[in-house]
């Protein structure tokens, strides 16, 4: 990230190639569509362009990228929206956390993967924003406590306090049995 926000352009096409599958997989936690997805990552990477010169050395890159991202996706969305997530970007996708294709897995233990996926999309999208993206950030991109709140801009102790409320919020809603067939 050093060289790239000096200008050296292959450094930043290497920072691409090394983001581009995390960032990608949230663009589509957040987007719900892939068009959506799309959009966010083109316009995040544009706006890491236009600011690598913001770019402070010693600083993790992956907080300070998914930071831009989640900026990007609260300035282009519409006001007032409150988007749920849609598991249209998980089935089948090669980012999805759960129904990853693992040649290892069967056939009915990647369905059971993509299901159980479903499923804790369908409880993400009954948290409040503030609290889905922690979980996002948290549980899906593996982002640290201290760097959620850097991405956030707040402190650790609120990070903290809204993973407990979603993770609270979502422990009944994961337990419930699935519907018999």
């Not at 890491?48 to 989640?70: C, D, K, Q």
């Not at 089935?91 to 159980?116: F, I, K, Y």
């Not at 593996?142 to 609120?158: D, F, M, N, S, Y």
């Amino acid at each position: 990230m050093e060289a790239a926000s000096g200008g050296d352009r292959e450094a930043f096409t290497e920072l691409v190639r090394r983001y581009e599958r995390p960032l990608y997989a949230f663009a589509l936690r957040l987007g719900g569509d892939r068009t959506a997805a799309e959009d966010l990552f083109q316009e995040t990477w544009l706006r890491v362009f236009r600011g690598r010169g913001t770019y402070h050395a010693g600083r993790r890159v992956s907080p300070w990228l998914h930071g831009i991202m989640l900026n990007a996706w609260r300035d282009t969305r519409p006001r007032g929206s409150e988007e749920p997530l849609s598991p249209e970007g998980a089935e089948g996708s090669p980012v999805s956390a759960w129904g990853a294709q693992d040649p290892a897995r069967s056939p009915d233990e990647a369905l059971l993967a993509r299901e159980q996926e479903q499923q804790v999309l369908g409880a993400l999208a009954h948290l409040p924003e503030e609290q889905r993206v922690v979980v996002l950030l948290r549980h899906y991109q593996g982002l640290r406590l201290a760097e959620i709140a850097q991405v956030l801009g707040c402190p650790v102790g609120t990070v903290k306090s809204r993973l407990h409320g979603a993770l609270k919020t979502l422990a009944p809603l994961l337990r419930a049995e699935p519907p018999e067939m």
